[in-house]
Structure formats: structure tokens, C-alpha cells
């Protein structure tokens, strides 16, 4: 058994190192072998670290618990979920989350920290070196080249994005195709870009749903209705926490208190609820719930 404790704003890369964890898993048995929970009451959090595996051999169970840190835990339940994660089920391996930069005074951190801890930063936009480098590797795994001014254009186009990176690396190694060699002009060819998204995000975080729809259906005419999706969910994601703590890590200082302005007429509960239904709607598209992609985006930002 081991207990991991994954922690920072970097979802995209935290998703990764579960991935890899999920590798290990008997393929056959992934339906009773791994499982997701979003921050459990505390009850029900201790019995899912006390889970026993049946017979499918190893287990993997991934936990959010981004909440506990905003609402905090009495010092005899934080003792109990220690004993409760020191007696592990031989077989479990149980992955803390808190897509979020934690307070490291809390008592709640100091203890996870104990249990092979792991921060996932994001990436500011000004290194541009340490991007380029984690697009070359994820190029790499996915079998491609890139050119010098190729990442270079990534970055410039998209900027810190690490998930939106990732489909972009999807859509270039079709393009590529039978090469593996991606350059800037590929980039610049099919690769959608922070411009065309700003008018979109802007009228979205002034809450003008009307305008922010006739920019939405604009960007269908030249880019997947998936990429815009998957562009939106990190955006807000990143408001959610500007809005709530003032501070965005990887975000310039000017540009942070520019988009607190912008957001200052939408309440927070605003942008939880626009997250939930993009999640929502990405959750109906993946599952085949849903013929129209388009449509249920559309519907997820209108609602």
C-alpha cells in the first residue's frame, strides 16, 4: 500500500502522474480497480481509506480533497484520517488531491506532507524555457519532433496552457502525418490561440452570455468544438481561483488585477456553477450521452 498526496494548480500534470499510476492496474478489472471521489464527507472519507480490495489484485482510489482545506478539519478528525491512512489495505494505493496551492501552516498539510507529497506549480508564462521543455517531452511520448520555432509559436499562441497543449499536440502529430516533424507554419496552420479566445472569455467573465455566444459560434467556423472546451475549463478554472484568493500562480501581476476587474460583477458561485456544467457537458460528450457537442457546450456557458 501507499499513500500519495498530489497538490497544486497544475491539474493537467497531477492527472498525469495519476495516469501513471493507473498504468498498473489490471486492465480487465479497471471498472472495480480504480475509483474517484470529490471531497466525501468526512465519514465516508475514512471508510474509503479503510477499503479492502476484492480479488481484482490491486486497487487505486483518488481523492479530491480541495474542500477540507477552505472548511478545515477538527484537530481529532485530522488524527483520525492519519491513523486511518497509516493502516492502508496492503493492496490500496490512495491518492490525496488538492488541485490547489494549500496553506503549508495548516495542520491538515503538515500531515499529508508526510505521505509522499508532491507539488504540481503551474508553469509561468515568462518561462518560456521550462515550456518549451515540457512540450519537446510531451511531444516525444506522443512521437514527434518539434522545431525550434514550432515551440516557440506554441507558447506564443497559447501561452501556459500545459492541457490545451497536449490536444494541440494531438491535432500536429495528424497533421504530421506519416512524418513526425511539427513546424511553426503547422502551428500557426491549426492551432487555436489565447486571440481567439479573448473576446469569447471576455464578454464570459463580464457575463454578457449573448455576446459571449455569437464569439462561441465564430470559433466553431475554424477550431473543434472540443479544443474550445477544453480551453474554457482551464480559463475557469483559473478565475475560480483569482477570484477566491486574489492570486493566480503563473498569472503577470497586471494581468491578474485586469481580470479581477473584469470579474468583479460575477459572483464566484457564478463561475463554480459554469465550471460544474462545462465538466458536466464534457462528462455527457465522452459518454456518448450526447450526439450534439456544440450544442452542449453551448448550453453549459448559457445555463
Known sequence: MTVYFYYGEEDFNI????????????????DMSFKTYSNPKFPDLIAITRSTPMMFG???????????????????????????LKSVSENLDVVLVAALKPDSRKKLFKM???????EFPVIPTYKTAELEAWITKQGRSKGLSLKPDALKAL??????????????????KLLAHPGDVVTAEMVREICISNEDLFAFSDYLMQNEKDKALLEYRKLLDKKYAMEILS???????????LKSTSTCQGMHEY???LTLQKLKNTPLKDLVKLKQNLTDAEFRIKSGLTGDMEKEIENAFLK
Open 112 to 118: 499529508l506532507s508526510k505521505h509522499n507529497a508532491k
Open 58 to 84: 490491486k486497487m487505486l482510489v483518488v481523492i479530491d480533497i480541495a474542500g477540507y482545506f477552505s472548511k478545515g478539519l477538527e484537530d481529532n478528525q485530522i488524527e483520525e484520517l492519519e491513523d486511518a
Open 155 to 172: 507558447v506564443s499562441q497559447i501561452g501556459n496552457n500545459l492541457r490545451q497543449f497536449d490536444a494541440e499536440l494531438d491535432k500536429l
Open 255 to 257: 494581468v491578474a488585477k
Open 15 to 30: 492527472e498525469k502522474e495519476i495516469g501513471k499510476l493507473k498504468s498498473g492496474l489490471d486492465k480487465n478489472f479497471l
Open 231 to 241: 480551453a474554457l475549463q482551464t480559463m475557469v478554472r483559473r478565475w475560480i481561483t
